[in-house]
């Protein structure tokens, strides 16, 4: 079954402007090339975006697989999931799409604050709260101390996963293994012995 016309004409668009805004940049392309580049009207765009920073955010969520809901991490082993947060890659069919696109973006959200800051909540926000749930779970279950430094805890779980992004950008390559080495470096750092946590209690 083909699918209904008004989700042809979304998935059009959305296509055309990912190729548009790789190719020229999201300032230079106007919607009217999406238009023209999608075969759908400009009328028709704008009753699925309010304007172009919102046809923007959709494009780069689906280029990173966040137009989906992720997967529940809850599999009993706090540290499994944090590994399987860390470890979370956008599709890799699109490799070649995003790193022509990045930089567009990049200098779009430079010069465009209102923008940059929809992107940052859109996309560095969710996995922060994925990995804050994680700390919390482990606080409650006493393998982390309640007094933990959350946002410390958060930039020395995060950090490495986006310097070793911009390593493969660079370099082409990034250590092998990371989220499992991170997750371990940060457990040994902090997590409170089996000893320890039954002599304190899940609350101490």
Same mark, same amino acid.
């Given at each position: 079954?083909?699918? &209904?016309?008004?989700?042809?004409?979304?998935?059009?668009?959305?296509?055309?402007? +990912?190729?548009?805004? @790789?190719?020229? =940049?999201?300032?230079?392309?106007?919607?009217?090339?999406?238009?023209? @580049?999608? =075969?759908?009207?400009?009328?028709?765009? %704008?009753?699925?975006?309010?304007?172009?920073?919102?046809?923007?955010?959709?494009?780069?969520?689906?280029?990173?697989?966040?137009?989906?809901?992720?997967?529940?991490?809850?599999?009993?082993?706090?540290?499994?999931?944090?590994?399987?947060? +860390?470890?979370?890659?956008?599709?890799?069919?699109?490799?070649?799409?995003?790193?022509?696109?990045?930089?567009?973006?990049?200098?779009?959200? @430079?010069?465009? &604050?209102?923008?940059?800051?929809?992107?940052?909540?859109?996309?560095?926000?969710?996995?922060?709260?994925?990995?804050?749930?994680?700390?919390?779970?482990?606080?409650?279950?006493?393998? +982390? &101390?309640?007094?933990?430094?959350?946002?410390?805890?958060?930039?020395?779980? +995060?950090?490495?996963?986006? %310097?070793?992004?911009?390593?493969?950008?660079?370099?082409?390559?990034?250590?092998?293994?990371?989220?499992?080495?991170?997750?371990?470096?940060?457990?040994?750092?902090?997590?409170?012995?089996?000893?320890?946590?039954?002599?304190?209690?899940?609350?101490?």
């Amino acid at each position: 079954m083909s699918r &209904p016309r008004s989700a042809r004409a979304h998935g059009q668009v959305l296509d055309a402007a +990912l190729e548009l805004f @790789a190719a020229r =940049g999201i300032e230079a392309t106007s919607m009217d090339a999406i238009a023209e @580049a999608s =075969g759908v009207s400009k009328a028709t765009i %704008y009753n699925h975006w309010p304007d172009k920073d919102a046809l923007c955010l959709e494009v780069m969520a689906r280029l990173h697989g966040r137009d989906e809901a992720g997967p529940v991490l809850d599999s009993g082993d706090v540290r499994a999931d944090m590994i399987a947060a +860390l470890a979370y890659q956008p599709p890799p069919q699109d490799s070649d799409l995003r790193s022509r696109i990045m930089p567009h973006l990049m200098a779009y959200a @430079a010069r465009n &604050p209102a923008f940059g800051e929809a992107w940052r909540q859109r996309f560095f926000d969710p996995p922060r709260v994925q990995i804050t749930q994680l700390l919390e779970r482990a606080i409650a279950r006493g393998q +982390l &101390p309640r007094g933990l430094d959350r946002d410390l805890a958060i930039a020395l779980l +995060l950090g490495p996963m986006m %310097y070793c992004h911009v390593l493969r950008r660079v370099q082409g390559k990034a250590p092998a293994n990371l989220p499992e080495h991170v997750v371990a470096a940060f457990w040994k750092a902090h997590a409170i012995s089996p000893a320890d946590s039954n002599r304190r209690g899940p609350r101490d």
